[in-house]
């Protein structure tokens, strides 16, 4: 097993990665709990995989656990998700001193978090992710949100959990597509910010793939020091914690046009997103063409889009992509932010990118003008 401190003086917390760490939750939780009993928010298909098993744990440590199953999928990380997660923790009375853990994916997480963040002016809450996506980010570093019909994650708020439980044993359930869209986030850090670590995935992404327990212990290890140590640095993203959204400006985008639906999941989106910004850079002569191409071959390599032409929904209409970057949170007086590249493992924060560049190199790729 190991930990890594999150580390944000009184609010800290730790990730542990490692096997059988949803057997351990109930010791692991306990500590932080002022009375025996939690809300464990999760969705049908993890609950029903692996509810046992993390009910038992809680159990075996004297905690009564309260689960709210909702349904699978984006949908549910809206407001009338929130509605419904809501009521359910007023009917369980849960109070301030309680804590409430968000067994799922990046859509639990996200949701039971923002839930927690407002629930009574804000409790305590504990991420067990349940896929690598929600490992290697989204349960990490106090993102929490909803989406509406305007955009993804507009309505949220940062809230830190407590402790992070990632259990790589979950994995093992995981869909191969599941695996695929999470490892685009894992390839970003790489990308991002060290040129070291993307070799080592072009030598590993397989293996990572594949489950094997070493090389994913290490890919996720890796991955979560990266992000603490840039959350820590800079927790409401003033500035270098932007380099996490490496590939969404794109991505938001094309999950806007395809519905944040089973058309292209996020990672996927993401996926794309960073072969285009690495593209875009090219264009731009930020970086070379072969550096481009070396992170295309690996999004590749994992089985994921890297052109507009492979997502579904193709030909999409630059225009109504534009717009959505536009509406995007990190567009500021309407000048579109991306995050682009000088290298392999150098990204950069630009802020005021002319959407008319954007426009031409969007129809180059194949959207329709
Ligand atoms: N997923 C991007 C961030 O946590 O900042």
Redesign the pocket.
């Known amino acids: 097993m190991t930990s890594i401190t999150v580390g944000l003086g009184a609010r800290a917390y730790e990730v542990e990665i490692g096997e059988n760490l949803v057997e351990a939750a109930g010791r692991k939780i306990a500590p932080l709990l002022k009375r025996a009993r939690v809300a464990v928010v999760s969705d049908t298909n993890v609950w029903g995989l692996h509810g046992a098993r993390l009910s038992a744990a809680l159990a075996g440590s004297g905690i009564e656990a309260h689960p709210i199953v909702l349904p699978p999928g984006e949908q549910t990380k809206s407001f009338e998700g929130l509605a419904t997660l809501s009521d359910r923790l007023l009917e369980l009375g849960l109070d301030r001193g309680d804590l409430i853990v968000a067994f799922g994916g990046g859509v639990i997480g996200d949701l039971a978090g923002f839930a927690a963040a407002i629930y009574k002016r804000g409790i305590d809450f504990v991420q067990i992710p349940t896929t690598l996506l929600a490992q290697v980010?989204?349960s990490v570093?106090g993102?929490t949100a909803i989406d509406t019909a305007r955009g993804k994650n507009l309505i949220g708020a940062f809230h830190q959990p407590r402790l992070v439980l990632a259990d790589l044993d979950l994995l093992d359930t995981l869909a191969d597509r599941e695996m695929r869209a999470g490892y685009a986030e894992v390839i970003k850090y790489g990308l991002l910010g060290d040129f070291a670590f993307f070799e080592w995935l072009e030598a590993n992404g397989a293996a990572v793939l594949g489950r094997e327990p070493k090389a994913l212990s290490h890919a996720v290890t890796r991955s979560v020091q990266m992000k603490a140590e840039i959350v820590a640095e800079d927790e409401t993203?003033q500035g270098r914690?932007a380099l996490?959204?490496l590939g969404h400006t794109f991505a938001h985008a094309l999950e806007a046009e395809t519905g944040y639906g089973e058309d292209l999941l996020h990672g996927e989106a993401v996926g794309a997103g960073m072969a285009l910004a690495l593209r875009f850079s090219a264009a731009r002569n930020l970086c070379s063409s072969q550096d481009a191409h070396r992170a295309e071959t690996v999004i590749a390599a994992a089985g994921l889009a890297t052109t507009l032409v492979q997502i579904p929904g193709h030909p999409f209409a630059v225009e109504r992509l534009i717009a959505h970057m536009a509406q995007d949170k990190k567009a500021e007086d309407g000048r579109l932010t991306f995050i682009l590249a000088r290298k392999l493992g150098g990204a950069f924060v630009a802020k005021d990118v002319d959407a008319a560049a954007v426009r031409s190199f969007l129809v180059a790729e194949g959207a329709r003008s």
């Open positions: 980010d989204s570093g993102k993203e914690r996490l959204n």
